[in-house]
């Protein structure tokens, strides 16, 4: 087995997605086979304007501390929650450059 991801997958329907937090092998696909459902995300707000969020604390614990990479917005909403530090924004940032430059939108090289 690889590494160990605590990631998003979508569920829901077409403009109405909701997603479970995961922890599941790198390898596998977004919606595909997992190890454990940690908690879930529902970006949608709902009548009083809040987004809902629920994490089993215990089980993230445990897998961040068995060496699980969370994803980006999981890194996110584990911060919001209380769990993890902020993830540094540069960061992301930079990451987001780097998928961009590859699919050949956007040049780090400047012409004069």
Known sequence: MGLVRLRLARFGRRNLPFYRI???DSRAPRDGKHLEIVGHYNPIPGKD????IGINTER???WLSVG???S???AR???LAGL???PPASFIVEE???NMSNRGRYSKETTA
Do not use: E, F, N, S
């Not at 304007?49 to 809902?52: H, I």
């Open 22 to 24: 995961t922890a599941a």
């Open 49 to 52: 304007g809040l987004k809902r």
């Open 60 to 62: 993230i614990k445990y």
């Open 68 to 70: 699980a990479q969370p």
């Open 72 to 74: 980006h917005p999981v």
């Open 77 to 79: 909403l584990l911060h």
């Open 84 to 86: 993890m530090p902020k």
């Open 96 to 98: 987001v450059r780097d």
